[in-house]
């Protein structure tokens, strides 16, 4: 029975969802946990520096494919984990810039995955979240210094700034506590709304993100519909469930013999807008209704 190690950069218990669909795909190309196949868990719980240790671990067990879930950090680990053992990702915004693989259509060596392109999107979620609230003056940028994508997205700031013609104020936080000042000093910033960006840490905190955004009375635009089911103002990004699912079928398609270097990385075709129009009426917003055409779904 071949073994899956699992690298999650985030924790068990928000990452259910993901696990679910992970488990569907792979029943897709006809493996079954328990069944036909086994799956070996680690987790960081949002703790980078942990994932080198658990990536050990799981090449250790010489597992059939080491499976990346959680964005770039845990990709980046495990493809300095072994050069040997095919590695697919999952969610992971511009695997070339972060030097995960040279081509997205080739991408050669034992690494490929799912690309959710993540960094591409933040300027088009500031400007839906512009014209949703259009007395806005300054936006706030969360951003984990932590993370392999921070210089990515820290580099989309001053383009916002320019599209928008409003200052785009970064907030760094890597931890729960940094979340907390990073809310509290909103208020000096001058900034009344949010933009947070796909993250694995941001996401695995999401609950404490919108309480935070709830508390504090700004509007937020994510990049994840979890964030808005959740209580954020509205999302705008590709379907995080679908990534899993979708590099879940690349691992059975791997273990049925398949080479992970001719396996192109795959990018989302669509992305959706989902607005809360209960949390627009908390914050006495009236939804513009260009924005509500716009959207996929709204969440009364």
Do not use: C
Not at 267 to 286: E, R, W
């Amino acid at each position: 029975m071949p073994m899956i190690g699992f690298l999650s950069s985030r924790s068990p218990g928000e990452s259910a969802g993901v696990v679910a669909a992970f488990r569907q795909g792979l029943a897709e190309t006809g493996f079954v946990e328990g069944q036909n196949l086994a799956i070996a868990f680690r987790w960081a719980e949002g703790h980078y520096d942990r994932l080198p240790g658990l990536a050990a671990e799981l090449v250790a067990l010489r597992v059939a494919v080491l499976f990346a879930a959680g964005g770039p950090p845990s990709a980046l680990t495990a493809k300095a984990a072994t050069s040997s053992i095919p590695v697919v990702f999952s969610a992971v915004n511009d695997p070339v810039r972060l030097g995960l693989v040279p081509s997205l259509n080739r991408p050669g060596g034992n690494v490929t995955g799912m690309s959710l392109l993540t960094a591409e999107l933040i300027g088009k979620m500031a400007q839906l979240l512009k014209e949703t609230v259009p007395a806005v003056t300054a936006i706030a940028y969360l951003v984990n210094p932590s993370s392999p994508s921070a210089e990515l997205y820290a580099k989309e700031a001053p383009t916002m700034a320019s599209a928008l013609g409003i200052p785009i104020r970064v907030l760094n936080a890597s931890t729960e506590q940094g979340l907390d000042e990073a809310f509290a000093s909103l208020q000096k910033t001058g900034a009344d709304a949010l933009v947070v960006p796909a993250e694995p840490f941001f996401d695995s905190q999401r609950e404490r993100i919108v309480a935070l955004a709830t508390r504090h009375a700004v509007p937020m635009v994510a990049s994840l519909r979890e964030y808005v089911v959740a209580g954020a103002l509205m999302s705008y990004g590709a379907s995080l469930p679908d990534s899993y699912r979708g590099a879940a079928i690349y691992v059975g398609r791997v273990l049925k013999g398949e080479n992970p270097a001719e396996l192109p990385v795959m990018q989302p075709t669509k992305f959706d807008l989902v607005i809360n129009a209960k949390t627009a009426k908390t914050l006495g917003l009236q939804l513009p209704d260009r924005v509500l055409a716009l959207a996929d779904e709204v969440i009364e």
